[in-house]
């Protein structure tokens, strides 16, 4: 059986603004508030055809995972979905 290559992609979000922003993170449909001056690690492992897509708002941020990947969100090395179980792949 043939492995398929995967790849990691880290990235750091950092909430520079006075006020409060949404993370979500699709296509899961989970939302995290981040506090001014915080800062969010994320990471996306998958399928090495593809990469994190960041799209920013007025007042929120949208990380996008790519088809077959998992993505993860933490705050200050603490994984923000502890206790939730694993996120499954993107489809």
Request: net charge negative.
């Amino acid at each position: 059986m043939r492995k398929i290559a995967e790849t990691t992609s880290k990235l750091e979000l950092i909430n520079s603004h006075a006020t409060e922003i949404t993370v979500h993170i699709e296509p899961w449909g989970d939302q995290y508030v981040m506090a001014p001056d915080v800062t969010f690690q994320i990471e996306a492992r998958g399928p090495a055809n593809g990469q994190l897509e960041i799209c920013i708002g007025p007042g929120e941020v949208l990380v996008w995972g790519w088809s077959g990947s998992i993505v993860s969100i933490f705050h200050e090395g603490v994984d923000l979905d502890e206790g939730l179980g694993p996120r499954q792949p993107s489809p």
